[in-house]
């Protein structure tokens, strides 16, 4: 049954035009899929925007823009401010990324560049993926029943008043849980990095660390910031796990120890039992300010990375 | 063959999911308090088994099932909060306010060794305004004589999300102190002068048994589920009240307006606990609204008739206090003139 070459050519070029070959789409079909995908997307957050700006309304036309600086939130008598929310919100998502990019960076590179195959690796990574997997109830649980005592011990030591909950537990929680999101974005985009820039930089003499230093981290710097602000994203919209550890106080915080409150905490808490038409339409416009503010960021980091460049 | 197999598979999902379809007419919904939601839950499994009609109650908060009534959604709703003015005008057709049982709020606190105290009411009222810092200070001291007030913090924990409890705390202490009710007032979500929050009763329990040198206010069962202790309540009338189900009982032996639109706290009953209240069903007053059927309001009615008559008897087993005589009788009354369209249904 030996086919020549020739047979073997021909053979496979008759097959390629039989029905279960041909392709079943065309390139510009395939095309056009592509972008409805796109606009879609694009479409879905406009409509996002608007719904929460009009659904808002009735607040934002009674408070104007001091609504963002107000620190009154009273249901009873109807006066609605978001600061110490906004203040909350971030604070809380600002130190969670330090705390965590302390970790997944470092984790980045080893899993990367140093111990990129082995049972070790594969072990540590999906370790790190299952932490995302893990439901952000549960991260609220253990923060609140093992995280909020140790927190309590502490500031007993520092002789602050006991809470246990409030701005440091929470982005504790928080860090943890953003981890993931960070390191693997991270980890990818170091392992991509042309192993002849390195093997160049590694026969003038360098040092692996300095390898790290000056060749991986700036060629995926761009790549590790996109990662860093995509744990951010997820910091600032985290709801459930930080609900239970922030302490629910309405007040702007003092210290790193005091409770506090954010967006999305006081949503989840208020929504379901708010009566009355302004007090909802102002917990609407805090979805308002949140989408706002998470889109501003965005903003920024994309504009770091192109700063920074695509490292090419 | 492939595709045969997973549309098969398909079609036996959704008629998997579609379920029995002959139990919709039988079947009520309401929504609404926490509260009273282990006492629904026993009192709607035992109809369902004895009358065979379902009754699916979804514990939102009192505010939620306002504002499912509201919007029509649901046959009745519980709220542990009379419907204020906005409420009632929001929701266009008169609602009937049907109470089902009582429960008394208690202050809970985290000392060594778990002292009993005794509170009155300005110090409930300077506690959770913030102004009494110390748990030694004299306001507190002079009223326990007997015990060893510790020089800890006082750190206040109160309810973060809406909650009829919180309602009815607050309502006590608007009666109380005139400073609260210029300041905080009294609702179901406040702006807290001071403190923690914690999610729903269960939340506040956590927290305060968490933290030392704190204290919160939960619904009676949380405490004695959670074997915490509380204080006892000097009344209106002098007397410092334990709570207890008969002292929540006695807090409603006062006289009762017709349409049972009451608080109960601060008192006038000698024995009374001074911080109880009840829970009530709302439903409408009119049946005959939307597309509802005779049917289900004849059911509604049924079921309503049952909670505050043979339904009583699960109260006591589960902590809560049963309606006194007079709170039924005024009840019947009120399921009595509950109509479809034009006819009232009960006669």
Same mark, same amino acid.
């Given at each position: 049954?030996?086919?020549?070459?020739?047979?073997?050519?021909?053979?496979?070029?008759?097959?390629?035009?039989?029905?279960?070959?041909? #392709?079943? %789409?065309?390139? @510009?079909?395939?095309?056009?899929?592509?972008?409805?995908?796109?606009?879609?997307?694009?479409?879905?957050?406009?409509?996002?925007?608007?719904?929460?700006?009009?659904?808002?309304?009735?607040?934002?036309?009674?408070?104007?823009?001091?609504?963002?600086?107000?620190?009154?939130?009273?249901?009873?008598?109807?006066?609605?401010?978001?600061? #110490?929310?906004?203040?909350?919100?971030?604070?809380?998502?600002?130190?969670? %990324? *330090?705390?965590?990019?302390?970790? @997944?960076? #470092?984790?980045?590179?080893?899993?990367?560049? &140093? @111990?990129?195959?082995?049972?070790?690796?594969?072990?540590?990574?999906?370790?790190?993926?299952?932490?995302?997997?893990?439901?952000?109830?549960? &991260?609220?649980?253990?923060?609140?029943?093992? /995280?909020?005592?140790?927190?309590?011990?502490?500031?007993?030591?520092?002789?602050?008043?006991? &809470?246990?909950?409030?701005?440091?537990?929470?982005?504790? *929680?928080?860090?943890?849980?953003?981890?993931?999101?960070?390191?693997?974005?991270?980890?990818?985009?170091?392992?991509?990095?042309?192993?002849?820039?390195?093997?160049?930089?590694?026969?003038?003499?360098?040092?692996?660390?300095?390898?790290?230093?000056?060749?991986?981290?700036?060629?995926?710097?761009?790549?590790? *910031?996109?990662?860093?602000?995509?744990? /951010?994203?997820?910091?600032?919209?985290?709801?459930?796990?930080?609900?239970?550890?922030?302490?629910?106080?309405?007040?702007?915080?003092?210290?790193?120890?005091?409770?506090?409150?954010? /967006?999305?905490?006081?949503?989840?808490?208020?929504?379901?039992?708010?009566?009355? @038409?302004? &007090?909802?339409?102002?917990?609407?416009?805090?979805?308002?300010? /949140?989408?706002?503010?998470?889109?501003?960021?965005?903003?920024?980091?994309? %504009?770091?990375?192109?700063?920074?460049?695509?490292?090419? | 063959?492939?595709?045969?197999?997973?549309?098969?598979?398909?079609?036996?999902?959704?008629?998997?999911?579609?379920?029995?379809?002959?139990?919709?007419?039988?079947?009520?919904?309401?929504?609404?308090?926490?509260?009273?939601?282990?006492?629904?839950?026993?009192?709607?499994?035992?109809?369902?088994?004895?009358?065979?009609?379902?009754?699916?109650?979804?514990?939102?908060?009192?505010?939620?099932?306002?504002?499912?009534?509201?919007?029509?959604?649901?046959?009745?709703?519980?709220?542990?909060?009379?419907?204020?003015?906005?409420?009632?005008?929001?929701?266009?057709?008169?609602?009937?306010?049907?109470?089902?049982?009582?429960?008394?709020?208690?202050?809970?606190?985290?000392?060594?060794?778990?002292?009993?105290?005794?509170?009155?009411?300005?110090?409930?009222?300077?506690?959770?305004?913030?102004?009494?810092?110390?748990?030694?200070?004299?306001?507190?001291?002079?009223?326990?004589?007997?015990? $060893?007030?510790?020089?800890?913090?006082?750190?206040?924990?109160?309810?973060?999300?809406?909650?009829?409890?919180?309602?009815?705390?607050?309502?006590?202490?608007?009666? =109380?102190?005139?400073?609260?009710?210029?300041?905080?007032?009294?609702?179901?979500?406040?702006?807290?002068?001071?403190?923690?929050?914690?999610?729903?009763?269960?939340?506040?329990?956590?927290?305060? $048994?968490?933290?030392?040198?704190?204290?919160?206010?939960?619904?009676?069962?949380?405490?004695?589920?959670?074997?915490?202790?509380?204080?006892?309540? +000097?009344?209106?009338?002098?007397?410092?009240?334990?709570?207890?189900?008969?002292?929540?009982? +006695?807090?409603?032996?006062?006289?009762?307006?017709?349409?049972?639109?009451?608080?109960?706290?601060?008192?006038?009953?000698?024995?009374?606990?001074?911080?109880?209240?009840?829970?009530?069903?709302? =439903?409408?007053?009119?049946?005959?609204?939307?597309?509802?059927?005779?049917?289900?309001? !004849?059911?509604? =009615? !049924?079921?309503?008739?049952?909670?505050?008559?043979?339904?009583?008897?699960?109260?006591?087993?589960?902590?809560?206090?049963?309606?006194?005589?007079?709170?039924?009788?005024?009840?019947?009354?009120?399921?009595?003139?509950?109509?479809?369209?034009?006819?009232?249904?009960?006669?």
């Amino acid at each position: 049954m030996n086919h020549s070459r020739a047979e073997l050519l021909v053979l496979r070029s008759k097959t390629k035009t039989m029905r279960w070959h041909r #392709p079943a %789409l065309s390139e @510009s079909s395939f095309r056009k899929i592509l972008s409805i995908a796109g606009v879609f997307v694009l479409l879905l957050l406009v409509a996002i925007f608007f719904s929460l700006g009009i659904a808002s309304f009735p607040s934002i036309r009674n408070f104007g823009i001091r609504f963002l600086f107000s620190s009154t939130w009273d249901p009873v008598k109807s006066e609605f401010g978001a600061f #110490p929310f906004l203040v909350g919100t971030l604070a809380t998502s600002f130190l969670a %990324l *330090v705390i965590s990019v302390v970790f @997944s960076i #470092p984790i980045s590179i080893f899993l990367g560049e &140093y @111990s990129a195959q082995g049972s070790v690796a594969t072990f540590i990574k999906s370790m790190i993926e299952l932490l995302a997997g893990v439901p952000s109830v549960i &991260y609220g649980f253990c923060g609140l029943f093992l /995280l909020a005592p140790l927190v309590r011990a502490l500031e007993v030591k520092l002789g602050m008043a006991p &809470y246990g909950v409030g701005i440091f537990t929470a982005s504790l *929680v928080l860090s943890i849980m953003i981890i993931p999101y960070s390191a693997s974005i991270g980890r990818e985009v170091i392992s991509l990095v042309p192993s002849d820039l390195k093997e160049a930089a590694l026969s003038l003499g360098a040092t692996r660390f300095e390898v790290i230093r000056k060749v991986i981290l700036p060629y995926a710097g761009s790549g590790i *910031v996109a990662g860093v602000l995509l744990s /951010l994203g997820r910091a600032l919209g985290e709801t459930m796990a930080v609900t239970m550890v922030i302490g629910n106080s309405n007040f702007i915080p003092k210290n790193i120890f005091s409770p506090a409150n954010t /967006l999305a905490s006081v949503i989840a808490n208020e929504f379901t039992e708010a009566t009355g @038409s302004l &007090y909802l339409a102002s917990l609407i416009e805090l979805g308002l300010v /949140l989408f706002i503010v998470t889109t501003i960021i965005n903003l920024i980091g994309k %504009l770091i990375i192109r700063r920074m460049g695509v490292g090419e | 063959m492939k595709h045969v197999l997973s549309f098969l598979m398909t079609l036996v999902i959704l008629i998997a999911a579609t379920g029995d379809g002959t139990a919709k007419e039988q079947e009520l919904i309401g929504a609404g308090a926490t509260f009273p939601y282990p006492f629904y839950s026993k009192m709607f499994d035992v109809y369902s088994k004895e009358y065979g009609v379902k009754v699916n109650y979804q514990a939102i908060g009192s505010g939620g099932g306002i504002r499912q009534l509201t919007n029509k959604t649901v046959d009745f709703g519980g709220s542990d909060a009379i419907m204020s003015e906005a409420d009632v005008k929001e929701a266009s057709a008169p609602i009937l306010h049907i109470p089902t049982c009582a429960g008394a709020v208690v202050l809970t606190y985290n000392l060594p060794g778990n002292p009993q105290l005794k509170f009155t009411a300005d110090v409930i009222g300077n506690l959770f305004l913030g102004k009494i810092g110390k748990w030694n200070d004299r306001r507190l001291s002079d009223i326990n004589p007997g015990v $060893k007030l510790p020089e800890m913090n006082v750190t206040v924990v109160h309810r973060s999300d809406g909650s009829g409890t919180t309602s009815i705390f607050s309502d006590y202490v608007s009666k =109380v102190s005139r400073e609260w009710k210029e300041k905080v007032g009294t609702g179901t979500s406040l702006n807290w002068p001071t403190g923690l929050g914690g999610k729903g009763n269960p939340g506040v329990a956590g927290l305060v $048994k968490q933290t030392p040198g704190s204290i919160g206010y939960v619904e009676l069962i949380y405490a004695l589920q959670n074997k915490m202790p509380y204080g006892m309540v +000097k009344n209106k009338k002098g007397n410092f009240v334990t709570a207890t189900l008969a002292a929540t009982s +006695k807090a409603a032996d006062i006289n009762l307006p017709d349409d049972l639109k009451v608080s109960l706290t601060d008192t006038d009953a000698p024995e009374g606990y001074p911080i109880s209240g009840f829970t009530w069903i709302l =439903v409408y007053k009119d049946q005959g609204y939307g597309d509802r059927s005779e049917e289900k309001a !004849k059911e509604l =009615v !049924k079921l309503l008739w049952w909670m505050t008559h043979e339904g009583q008897k699960y109260t006591e087993p589960l902590e809560y206090a049963p309606l006194s005589k007079k709170a039924v009788e005024k009840a019947e009354k009120l399921i009595k003139s509950i109509s479809y369209k034009s006819s009232v249904i009960m006669k």
